[in-house]
T-cell receptor, first 110, second 114 residues
Framework: SQELEQSPQSLIVQEGKNLTINCTSSKTLYGLYWYKQKYGEGLIFLMMLQKGGEEKSHEKITAKLDEKKQQSSLHITASQPSHAGIYLCGADYTGNQFYFGTGTSLTVIP | NAGVTQTPKFQVLKTGQSMTLQCAQDMNHEYMSWYRQDPGMGLRLIHYSVGAGITDQGEVPNGYNVSRSTTEDFPLRLLSAAPSQTSVYFC?????????????FGDGTRLSIL
């Protein structure tokens, strides 16, 4: 959607490298979600950020929310082939309508 | 532990045919929604429902109908399929208890319109 812009659109990294995916909102963020989608499959919920400055981690994936910048970042440390897939950010601005970014395709080369 | 179940997983239709994509959830979630996913455009909301008997339009509702007669089921109907409706369709559900509940997604239906 135009409300959420993700960058980069695609990323190819060597196994073991760190990487960052950004998600920028055109509207004030009250909460932001990160999902992962394996190719040809559904979306898996990773984490949700609700407060400015909030940071959450799950295994080697860390996400932060900067409300002032209306931006969130997803950082993967020491990437592995299992991290490959499409990462999508999502936000609910109205309480009922959920918007998604266009996604970042991640390839990890062994 | 089924979660959100979508059927069928794949479907090929001819232009003008009608069909219903099924979605069922067993988590007693109030909120259900349908998205379509197209290359370079991410997921776009088609229709959503905040509870049985209540539906509303999302970002791209034209050409699609929905109904919500039960909490569990939220079918999506294509009345007269068009090639522009070739896409991957995802159904999702979430609880409305509390705020900012994440959505749970089905595995998708891959639909081709010839």
């Amino acid at each position: 959607s135009q409300e959420l812009e993700q960058s980069p659109q695609s990323l190819i990294v060597q196994e073991g490298k760190n990487l960052t995916i950004n998600c920028t909102s055109s509207k004030t963020l009250y909460g932001l979600y990160w999902y992962k989608q394996k190719y040809g499959e559904g979306l898996i919920f990773l984490m949700m950020l609700q407060k400015g400055g909030e940071e959450k981690s799950h295994e080697k994936i860390t996400a932060k929310l900067d409300e002032k910048k209306q931006q969130s970042s997803l950082h993967i440390t020491a990437s592995q082939p299992s991290h490959a897939g499409i990462y999508l950010c999502g936000a609910d601005y109205t309480g009922n309508q959920f918007y998604f970014g266009t996604g970042t395709s991640l390839t990890v080369i062994p | 532990n089924a979660g959100v179940t979508q059927t069928p997983k794949f479907q090929v239709l001819k232009t003008g045919q009608s069909m219903t994509l099924q979605c069922a959830q067993d988590m007693n979630h109030e909120y259900m929604s349908w998205y379509r996913q197209d290359p370079g455009m991410g997921l776009r909301l088609i229709h959503y429902s905040v509870g049985a008997g209540i539906t509303d339009q999302g970002e791209v509702p034209n050409g699609y109908n929905v109904s919500r007669s039960t909490t569990e089921d939220f079918p999506l109907r294509l009345l007269s399929a068009a090639p522009s409706q070739t896409s991957v369709y995802f159904c999702a559900s979430s609880s409305r208890q509390g705020s900012n509940q994440p959505q749970h997604f089905g595995d998708g239906t891959r639909l081709s319109i010839l």
